[in-house]
């Protein structure tokens, strides 16, 4: 079981990334899978989340109308389109999936982690 996540950069403020998370080794769908980020000093925060069960995505009272996750079934890879990006965005992003049939969609049950991948958004 794999995750990569990618698509991360230097960005300005104002600006856009898209991150992609592959997955390999398991099928995404199945599963609820999340992103998370972790800025300097700062512990880990949930981004969004991806329900399987509900098919619903809950986000973060701070990314909401400006980040929007997608899946990619056939590629079986998800996505955060982050648009309006701010400093306080700048943060290291990692995509994770819990695989047990009581997941509650936040970090304490990711049992499976990609490595992260840094956004930078200048001012």
């Known amino acids: 079981v794999q995750l990569q996540a990618s698509g991360g950069g230097l960005v300005q403020s104002g600006g856009s990334l898209r991150l992609s998370c592959a997955a390999s080794g398991f099928t995404l769908d199945y599963y609820d899978i999340g992103w998370f980020r972790q800025a300097p000093g700062k512990e880990l925060e949930g981004v969004a989340c991806?329900?399987?069960?509900?098919?619903?995505?809950g986000y973060a009272d701070s990314v909401k109308g400006r980040f929007t996750f997608s899946r990619n079934s056939t590629k079986n890879t998800v996505y955060l389109q982050m648009n309006s990006l701010r400093p306080e965005d700048t943060a290291i992003y990692y995509c994770a999936t819990d695989t047990s049939p009581n997941s509650k969609c936040d970090r304490y049950g990711m049992d499976y982690w990609g490595k992260g991948t840094q956004v930078t958004v200048s001012s």
């Open positions: 991806f329900r399987s069960s509900h098919g619903t995505t």
